[in-house]
C-alpha cells in the first residue's frame, strides 16, 4: 500500500493542471508508477514527462542496450515497481530472458557479450559510487561516441530518478508483472 494516496486522474489534481495529466494518459495508457506520485507537484511531472517521450523515441541509444542499463540500475536501486514495468519493455527489444535472469539475480555480467557486459558494469558503478572505470568509460565512448555515451548515462539516472521516487512511497510493482527476490 502506498504511503500517500497515487494520482489516478484528473479529478485527484486542481482544474488548471488537468492538461498534465492528459499528457501523462497520452504517453502511458493511464496514471501509474512514478507519475502517480509525481503528478502530486503537476509542474514536476509535467517537466518530467518528455524525458519519456525521448527515451522512447529520441535517443541514439538503440532500446535493446538502453534496457541493459535500465534494468541494471533499477535492480541496484531494489525498484520493484519499475523493474516490473521495464522487463516487458526489455523483452520486446530483444533482451535475452537468461540476461533478465543474470540481471534479477544481480549476478556476474563477465558471460555477456563485450557490449552489454560493459554497459551493464558502467551502469553498476555509477549507481553505486556515483563514478565509473575509465577503461569501461573508454571502450563505450570509443565503441559508440559521446552523445550516445551521454544518453546512455542519462537514461541510466533517470531510471534512478523514478526508482527514487517510488521507492519512498511504498509505490507496489503490478501483481501481473515480475518480481524481484524477496
Do not use: C
Amino acid at each position: 500500500m502506498p504511503r500517500i494516496t497515487p494520482v489516478s486522474g484528473t479529478s485527484d489534481v486542481p482544474a488548471e493542471y488537468h492538461g498534465v495529466v492528459d499528457s501523462v494518459i497520452g504517453v502511458f495508457g493511464n496514471v501509474r508508477g512514478p507519475f502517480s506520485i509525481m503528478l502530486h507537484s503537476p509542474k514536476l511531472a509535467e517537466r518530467v514527462l518528455p524525458l519519456v517521450t525521448f527515451f522512447r523515441e529520441g535517443s541514439v541509444v538503440d532500446a535493446r542496450l538502453r534496457a541493459h542499463a535500465i534494468l541494471a540500475v533499477v535492480r541496484e536501486r531494489e525498484a520493484a515497481y519499475v523493474w516490473s514495468a521495464q522487463v516487458g519493455a526489455a523483452r520486446r527489444a530483444g533482451v535475452p530472458e537468461s540476461t533478465i535472469d543474470l540481471l534479477r539475480a544481480k549476478g556476474d555480467p563477465s558471460s555477456l557479450p563485450e557490449d552489454e557486459r560493459d554497459i551493464v558494469i558502467y551502469t553498476r558503478e555509477l549507481i553505486r559510487t556515483n563514478r565509473v572505470d575509465q577503461a569501461v568509460f573508454d571502450r563505450l565512448r570509443n565503441r559508440h561516441g559521446v552523445q550516445w555515451l551521454v544518453e546512455l548515462t542519462a537514461a541510466a539516472n533517470y531510471f534512478g530518478f523514478l526508482s527514487g521516487m517510488v521507492n519512498p512511497f511504498e509505490v507496489p510493482a503490478p501483481p501481473e508483472g515480475d518480481k524481484l527476490p524477496g
